[in-house]
């Protein structure tokens, strides 16, 4: 893959001129890039580059199992974050380029990120992608502001379940379809739909019971739900096929 053995101690920069960096290639021609294994061990911070041997570097794959992973810069050039990627490192920030386009599957579950801005370009939020794993023992939630792309149109399940120091979250009228995101999220006291007319929802209440208030970010429009458990009931009578833990836009 072009890359040497060479590896640095414990608190190494990985940047383009080290090589601790596998490269995939990938059928449209560009680079998936991962971690060495035998550099999970030392690496803190990560710097991404763009292009490899003349190609495009266009996806993250496997970055999980780096103890004093702290830093990751990726490259503007980046469109997918797959799977799992940064499982349970140690990231309080990440910056995600304007360009990305999906969000994997428990890309960041674990990651004690206290902030996150999902860019516009981003379609799609996996399942349990900023999802707080309740499992570690000791770990506590830690993200407290949670910003979405206007231009997502899918949040996957539990996408951030168990976080609960968020309060507010406002979702984007390019949102069609999300599995019930904010599960276990007991501080969420209010969602905000930036197209609130076209929403309908069945949820389990008893993830969030009495917590969450859904309301316009248009002042002049009154409260959509305020009952959690209204908002199930009078959903449910009108849409009696949707998946129960799912909302939807019309």
């Known amino acids: 893959d072009g890359t040497s053995d060479n590896l640095g101690s414990i608190g190494a920069t990985v940047d383009y001129s080290t090589s601790l960096l596998y490269f995939e290639m990938l ?6 890039v991962s971690i060495k294994e035998d550099a999970k061990s030392s690496v803190e911070s990560i710097t991404i580059p763009s292009t490899y ?7 993250i794959g496997i970055f ?8 990751v810069v990726l490259p503007k050039t980046t469109k997918t974050i797959c799977n799992r990627a940064f499982i349970s490192a140690k990231l309080t920030s990440i910056d995600l380029p304007e360009g990305l386009e999906t969000i994997g599957n428990e890309a960041f579950s674990g990651v004690p990120l206290t ?5 516009d370009s981003v379609k799609s939020i996996g399942s349990l992608a ?5 499992a570690v023992p000791g770990a506590l939630p830690t ?3 949670v910003v979405i792309g206007e231009n997502v149109a899918f949040i996957g399940d539990g996408a951030f379940s168990n976080q609960t120091k968020l309060t507010s979250v406002t979702i984007p009228a390019g949102v069609n379809g999300m599995i019930e995101p904010f599960r276990r999220c007991t501080g969420l006291k209010t969602v905000y739909f930036d197209d609130p007319s076209s929403w309908y929802a069945g949820f389990n209440v008893s993830s969030n019971p009495g917590k969450i208030v859904k ?11 305020a009952d959690p458990s209204l908002a199930a009931t009078e959903l449910q009578s009108q ?12």
Do not use: Q
Not at 53 to 59: I, L
Not at 64 to 71: E, F, M, Q, R, S
């Open 64 to 71: 999980t199992g780096c103890p004093y992973l702290t830093k």
């Open 215 to 225: 309301t316009s970010t248009d002042e002049n429009v009154s409260a959509i739900f």
């Open 115 to 119: 902030e996150i801005v999902i860019p």
């Open 130 to 134: 900023f999802n707080f794993n309740t």
């Open 53 to 59: 041997n003349g190609r495009v570097v266009s996806t």
């Open 27 to 32: 059928s449209d021609g560009t680079w998936k």
């Open 143 to 145: 993200l407290e502001k």
């Open 239 to 250: 849409r009696r096929d949707i998946y129960r833990n799912a909302w939807y836009k019309k």
